[in-house]
Protein backbone atom coordinates (compact mmCIF):
# COMPACT_ATOMS: atom_id res chain seq x y z
CA UNK A 1 0.00 0.00 0.00
CA UNK A 2 1.33 3.23 -1.19
CA UNK A 3 2.02 6.01 1.69
CA UNK A 4 2.41 9.16 1.19
CA UNK A 5 4.65 11.19 3.95
CA UNK A 6 4.94 14.90 4.28
CA UNK A 7 7.10 17.27 6.27
CA UNK A 8 6.84 19.52 7.86
CA UNK A 9 3.20 19.62 8.70
CA UNK A 10 2.97 22.68 9.75
CA UNK A 11 5.36 25.85 9.00
CA UNK A 12 5.40 29.18 9.54
CA UNK A 13 7.97 31.89 8.26
CA UNK A 14 8.99 35.47 7.92
CA UNK A 15 8.28 37.24 4.61
CA UNK A 16 11.73 37.38 2.14
CA UNK A 17 13.21 33.32 3.60
CA UNK A 18 13.68 30.42 1.51
CA UNK A 19 12.38 27.10 2.65
CA UNK A 20 11.72 23.39 1.19
CA UNK A 21 8.64 21.31 2.05
CA UNK A 22 9.58 17.29 1.44
CA UNK A 23 6.99 14.81 0.25
CA UNK A 24 8.05 11.06 0.78
CA UNK A 25 6.32 8.32 -1.01
CA UNK A 26 6.58 4.77 -0.29
CA UNK A 27 6.90 2.76 -3.66
CA UNK A 28 8.38 3.02 -6.72
CA UNK A 29 6.83 5.86 -8.68
CA UNK A 30 7.75 8.07 -11.31
CA UNK A 31 5.27 10.82 -11.44
CA UNK A 32 4.44 13.21 -8.51
CA UNK A 33 1.67 16.12 -8.17
CA UNK A 34 1.67 18.98 -6.25
CA UNK A 35 -1.83 20.70 -5.38
CA UNK A 36 -2.21 24.15 -3.56
CA UNK A 37 -5.26 25.03 -0.79
CA UNK A 38 -6.50 28.62 0.23
CA UNK A 39 -8.14 28.38 3.27
CA UNK A 40 -11.63 27.57 2.47
CA UNK A 41 -11.02 26.54 -1.42
CA UNK A 42 -10.81 23.57 -3.19
CA UNK A 43 -7.44 22.32 -4.57
CA UNK A 44 -5.76 23.54 -7.31
CA UNK A 45 -3.17 21.87 -9.54
CA UNK A 46 0.92 23.62 -9.24
CA UNK A 47 2.92 20.97 -10.36
CA UNK A 48 2.62 17.64 -12.30
CA UNK A 49 6.88 16.20 -12.39
CA UNK A 50 6.58 12.85 -14.84
CA UNK A 51 10.00 12.04 -14.32
CA UNK A 52 13.45 11.25 -12.50
CA UNK A 53 15.27 14.41 -12.11
CA UNK A 54 12.14 16.34 -13.62
CA UNK A 55 12.46 19.85 -12.51
CA UNK A 56 9.46 22.87 -12.39
CA UNK A 57 9.25 26.39 -11.43
CA UNK A 58 6.78 28.79 -11.28
CA UNK A 59 6.88 31.83 -9.39
CA UNK A 60 9.08 31.47 -6.15
CA UNK A 61 7.90 27.95 -6.22
CA UNK A 62 10.39 25.06 -7.83
CA UNK A 63 9.60 21.37 -7.58
CA UNK A 64 11.74 18.64 -8.02
CA UNK A 65 11.44 14.87 -8.46
CA UNK A 66 13.89 12.07 -7.39
CA UNK A 67 12.21 9.01 -8.19
CA UNK A 68 15.52 6.70 -7.17
CA UNK A 69 15.07 8.32 -3.36
CA UNK A 70 11.09 8.29 -3.83
CA UNK A 71 11.60 11.75 -2.74
CA UNK A 72 10.03 15.28 -4.01
CA UNK A 73 10.84 18.71 -2.42
CA UNK A 74 8.89 22.47 -3.47
CA UNK A 75 11.25 24.82 -2.68
CA UNK A 76 9.54 28.75 -1.53
CA UNK A 77 12.40 31.42 -2.47
CA UNK A 78 11.91 34.54 -0.59
CA UNK A 79 8.58 33.98 0.49
CA UNK A 80 5.66 36.29 0.18
CA UNK A 81 2.24 36.63 2.45
CA UNK A 82 0.57 35.20 -0.58
CA UNK A 83 2.21 31.86 -0.80
CA UNK A 84 0.67 31.30 2.55
CA UNK A 85 -1.84 28.17 1.82
CA UNK A 86 -1.72 24.59 2.77
CA UNK A 87 0.71 22.35 0.05
CA UNK A 88 -0.35 18.43 -0.87
CA UNK A 89 1.58 16.26 -2.46
CA UNK A 90 0.50 13.54 -4.24
CA UNK A 91 1.74 10.13 -6.25
CA UNK A 92 0.13 7.77 -7.98
CA UNK A 93 -1.58 4.30 -7.09
CA UNK A 94 -1.93 1.82 -10.44
CA UNK A 95 -3.32 3.67 -13.38
CA UNK A 96 -5.87 6.44 -11.71
CA UNK A 97 -5.83 7.16 -8.07
CA UNK A 98 -3.30 9.38 -6.47
CA UNK A 99 -2.86 9.03 -2.85
CA UNK A 100 -2.30 12.53 -0.73
CA UNK A 101 -0.11 13.71 1.97
CA UNK A 102 -1.18 14.94 5.07
CA UNK A 103 -0.69 18.67 3.55
CA UNK A 104 1.81 21.02 4.95
CA UNK A 105 -0.15 24.22 6.58
CA UNK A 106 2.37 27.06 5.48
CA UNK A 107 2.01 30.43 7.20
CA UNK A 108 3.98 33.28 5.83
CA UNK A 109 4.32 35.96 8.44
CA UNK A 110 5.39 39.90 7.66
CA UNK B 1 -14.86 24.45 -20.05
CA UNK B 2 -16.80 25.12 -16.64
CA UNK B 3 -14.71 22.62 -14.56
CA UNK B 4 -15.36 19.66 -11.87
CA UNK B 5 -19.39 21.32 -11.11
CA UNK B 6 -20.62 20.19 -7.85
CA UNK B 7 -23.99 21.15 -5.74
CA UNK B 8 -24.85 22.24 -3.49
CA UNK B 9 -22.01 24.67 -2.29
CA UNK B 10 -23.65 24.09 1.11
CA UNK B 11 -25.88 21.96 3.13
CA UNK B 12 -27.26 21.89 6.85
CA UNK B 13 -29.07 19.06 7.43
CA UNK B 14 -30.83 17.35 10.89
CA UNK B 15 -29.22 13.82 12.03
CA UNK B 16 -31.25 11.54 10.56
CA UNK B 17 -32.25 13.49 7.02
CA UNK B 18 -31.02 12.17 3.63
CA UNK B 19 -28.15 14.51 2.08
CA UNK B 20 -27.58 13.89 -1.91
CA UNK B 21 -24.28 15.62 -2.62
CA UNK B 22 -23.95 15.86 -6.64
CA UNK B 23 -20.92 16.38 -9.13
CA UNK B 24 -20.49 16.71 -13.03
CA UNK B 25 -16.99 16.19 -13.96
CA UNK B 26 -15.16 17.85 -16.57
CA UNK B 27 -16.55 16.38 -20.08
CA UNK B 28 -13.92 13.74 -21.27
CA UNK B 29 -12.69 12.29 -18.00
CA UNK B 30 -12.76 8.98 -17.31
CA UNK B 31 -12.20 8.75 -13.51
CA UNK B 32 -14.03 10.10 -10.66
CA UNK B 33 -12.98 10.35 -7.45
CA UNK B 34 -15.10 11.41 -4.22
CA UNK B 35 -13.25 12.60 -1.24
CA UNK B 36 -13.95 13.60 2.28
CA UNK B 37 -12.13 16.64 4.07
CA UNK B 38 -11.75 17.16 7.76
CA UNK B 39 -9.42 18.47 10.16
CA UNK B 40 -8.94 15.60 12.19
CA UNK B 41 -8.77 12.88 8.77
CA UNK B 42 -7.43 15.02 6.29
CA UNK B 43 -8.35 13.98 2.99
CA UNK B 44 -9.52 10.98 2.49
CA UNK B 45 -10.53 8.75 -0.41
CA UNK B 46 -14.17 7.25 -0.30
CA UNK B 47 -14.83 5.90 -3.76
CA UNK B 48 -14.04 6.33 -7.12
CA UNK B 49 -15.02 5.20 -10.88
CA UNK B 50 -13.69 4.85 -14.05
CA UNK B 51 -15.42 4.73 -17.38
CA UNK B 52 -18.56 4.98 -14.65
CA UNK B 53 -17.44 1.59 -13.04
CA UNK B 54 -17.06 1.82 -9.34
CA UNK B 55 -13.22 0.60 -8.69
CA UNK B 56 -12.68 0.56 -5.48
CA UNK B 57 -15.07 1.72 -2.29
CA UNK B 58 -12.94 0.90 0.57
CA UNK B 59 -12.97 4.32 1.89
CA UNK B 60 -16.37 4.67 1.89
CA UNK B 61 -16.80 4.57 6.01
CA UNK B 62 -19.89 2.77 6.73
CA UNK B 63 -23.19 1.30 4.94
CA UNK B 64 -25.21 4.76 5.41
CA UNK B 65 -22.75 6.39 2.59
CA UNK B 66 -23.62 5.18 -1.17
CA UNK B 67 -22.30 6.35 -4.53
CA UNK B 68 -23.30 6.16 -8.25
CA UNK B 69 -22.32 6.80 -11.32
CA UNK B 70 -25.46 6.64 -14.13
CA UNK B 71 -23.32 8.07 -16.96
CA UNK B 72 -20.41 9.73 -17.93
CA UNK B 73 -21.36 13.44 -16.96
CA UNK B 74 -23.15 12.80 -13.49
CA UNK B 75 -22.11 10.94 -9.85
CA UNK B 76 -24.03 11.09 -7.04
CA UNK B 77 -22.94 10.97 -2.94
CA UNK B 78 -25.42 10.00 -0.77
CA UNK B 79 -26.00 9.69 2.88
CA UNK B 80 -28.89 8.01 4.44
CA UNK B 81 -29.08 8.17 7.36
CA UNK B 82 -26.91 11.48 7.78
CA UNK B 83 -25.17 12.25 11.44
CA UNK B 84 -23.23 14.79 12.89
CA UNK B 85 -19.76 13.22 12.59
CA UNK B 86 -20.59 13.12 8.51
CA UNK B 87 -20.00 17.29 8.65
CA UNK B 88 -17.10 17.81 6.52
CA UNK B 89 -16.09 19.37 3.14
CA UNK B 90 -16.59 16.67 0.15
CA UNK B 91 -14.80 17.32 -2.96
CA UNK B 92 -15.28 15.55 -5.92
CA UNK B 93 -12.29 14.99 -8.90
CA UNK B 94 -12.13 13.83 -12.10
CA UNK B 95 -9.11 12.66 -14.59
CA UNK B 96 -8.44 11.76 -17.82
CA UNK B 97 -6.28 8.29 -17.60
CA UNK B 98 -2.80 8.50 -17.70
CA UNK B 99 -2.30 12.44 -17.92
CA UNK B 100 -1.50 15.27 -15.69
CA UNK B 101 -3.67 14.69 -12.05
CA UNK B 102 -6.53 15.41 -10.91
CA UNK B 103 -9.06 18.85 -11.58
CA UNK B 104 -11.06 19.31 -8.13
CA UNK B 105 -14.57 20.64 -8.17
CA UNK B 106 -15.24 23.48 -5.53
CA UNK B 107 -16.70 21.11 -3.09
CA UNK B 108 -20.21 20.57 -0.52
CA UNK B 109 -19.54 21.60 2.93
CA UNK B 110 -21.85 19.21 4.79
CA UNK B 111 -23.23 20.49 8.43
CA UNK B 112 -25.39 17.83 10.12
CA UNK B 113 -27.22 19.28 13.16
Known amino acids: ELKVEQNPLFLSM ?8 YCNYSTTSDRLYWYRQDPGKSLESLFVLLSNGAVK ?9 DTK ?7 ITAAVHDLSATYFCAAPQGAQKLVFGQGTRLTINP | DAGVIQSPRHEVTEMGQEVTLRCKPISGHNSLFWYRQ ?3 RGLELL ?4 NNVPIDDSGMPEDRFSAKMPNASFSTLKIQPSE ?16 TGYTFGSGTRLTVV
Do not use: W
Open chain 1, 57 to 65: QEGRLMASL
Open chain 1, 14 to 21: QEGKNYTI
Open chain 2, 47 to 50: IYFN
Open chain 1, 69 to 75: ARLSTLH
Open chain 2, 84 to 99: PRDSAVYFCASSLTGT
Open chain 2, 38 to 40: TMM
